[in-house]
């Protein structure tokens, strides 16, 4: 007895209310922490912090004070990178509510679940990312007129 063909089945367009559902408790798992950590960091390079040793430091000894300097202006940068990656997330939410949550910008093909479970915020698939990074590079490189 022959089997009958097997009928492709037809490829999701998006993901399931649960499944978005499950990303979004993800999302705002990872939120929260993010703003916990941007707090810190804010914290850490303003004076707010009433556990601080600024006014009770010598002001002679400069490395001291090039070292603290240094940090601020790290953890500054620390802070304006978790402010870009609650910015986000805040945007993932919203392709949940849209619907459009794991689609990828590029393709229009879903993205994997594993990468959305890691990388939650993500709107490239693998694939496009590559695509994009060999782009990036290859505009990167300078031309070199004795090589050609």
């Given at each position: 007895?022959?089997?009958?063909?097997?009928?492709?089945?037809?490829?999701?367009?998006r993901?399931?209310?649960?499944?978005?559902?499950?990303?979004?408790?993800?999302?705002?798992?990872?939120?929260?922490?993010?703003?916990?950590?941007?707090?810190?960091?804010?914290?850490?390079?303003?004076?707010?912090?009433?556990?601080?040793?600024?006014?009770?430091?010598?002001?002679?000894?400069?490395?001291?004070?090039?070292?603290?300097?240094?940090?601020?202006?790290?953890?500054?940068?620390?802070?304006?990178?978790?402010?870009?990656?609650?910015?986000?997330?805040e945007?993932?939410?919203?392709?949940?509510?849209?619907?459009?949550?794991?689609?990828?910008r590029?393709?229009?093909?879903?993205?994997?679940?594993?990468?959305?479970?890691?990388?939650?915020?993500?709107?490239?698939?693998?694939?496009?990312?590559?695509?994009?990074?060999?782009?990036?590079?290859?505009?990167?490189?300078?031309?070199?007129?004795?090589?050609?």
């Open positions: 007895m022959k089997k009958a063909p097997a009928i492709p089945q037809q490829e999701k367009n993901y399931s209310d649960e499944e978005l559902d499950e990303f979004k408790q993800i999302i705002l798992k990872k939120l929260e922490k993010a703003h916990n950590d941007l707090k810190l960091l804010t914290e850490s390079y303003t004076t707010g912090n009433e556990h601080d040793t600024n006014d009770t430091s010598p002001t002679f000894k400069v490395l001291e004070e090039g070292y603290q300097v240094f940090s601020k202006e790290e953890n500054s940068k620390f802070a304006a990178r978790q402010e870009k990656f609650i910015k986000s997330l945007n993932a939410l919203i392709r949940i509510e849209n619907k459009t949550y794991g689609i990828c590029v393709t229009g093909k879903l993205i994997p679940r594993d990468r959305l479970r890691s990388v939650p915020h993500a709107t490239l698939s693998i694939e496009a990312k590559r695509v994009q990074v060999v782009a990036t590079t290859a505009a990167a490189r300078p031309i070199d007129p004795d090589l050609e």
